[in-house]
């Protein structure tokens, strides 16, 4: 049975995960629009409290968090279409990211279970944000936006829908071959095979 300061420290570990994957996705939006000449508006969160420019209440239809940004001259469709997918697209990139040191460094412990929900989080939210309202959900079930923001995106760069299905499925496979072969396949030291000294330590 895990000790309750083990359990302690994996909810904080899933707590600041999941809420480094709101601030990363929103500054990928951020960024991204950045890079194509639009400037920051507004920046809120829930439930409905604007955090920029200015400290406030403001209507709230669900969603985790909302940046707003606005350009004096014309942004083509592609530009939207890659602002619109760096909010996914970041959180995607450092997943491939952290699978590759999940991948090459092979932790242990409570790193293996940090290394596993960042993984699995992070490269999450594409799926969340491309599948789910697809089938009446919001993109983090019962919180989100209502719109497939990645895959929509993706069409706007000129993707068809299909081809981003198809590499959304790739996706996912790739993550769960790896958590599997990382996260449920990885044995502890104590159950190695082989001759084990018996311990004289009592608790």
């Known amino acids: 049975m895990a000790r309750p300061g083990r359990v302690m420290l994996g909810a904080l570990i899933v707590a600041a995960v999941l809420l480094s994957s709101a601030v990363l996705h929103e500054a990928g939006h951020i960024l991204a629009g950045r890079a194509i000449g639009m400037r920051l508006d507004e920046v809120a969160v829930m439930p409905g409290i604007r955090l920029y420019p200015t400290v406030e209440r403001v209507p709230w239809s669900g969603w985790v968090a909302h940046v707003a940004q606005s350009s004096d001259h014309p942004v083509s469709p592609l530009a939207k279409g890659f602002r619109s997918l760096m909010g996914s697209g970041t959180n995607t990139i450092i997943s491939y990211i952290a699978m590759a040191l999940l991948w090459w460094r092979r932790p242990g412990g ?16 594409i799926v969340g944000y491309g599948v789910l309202p697809r089938l009446g959900l919001r993109h983090a079930i019962f919180v989100g936006g209502k719109t497939t923001e990645p895959r929509l995106a993706a069409m706007r760069m000129g993707l068809p829908g299909w081809a981003f299905d198809v590499l959304l499925a790739i996706h996912c496979a790739v993550v769960l071959r790896v958590l599997y072969l990382r996260c449920l396949r990885a044995r502890p030291a104590s159950t190695q095979t082989g001759p084990v000294e018996p311990s004289r330590a009592s608790e």
């Open 110 to 125: 409570m790193r293996l279970f940090a290394m596993g929900v960042t993984v699995l989080v992070l490269a999450g939210d």
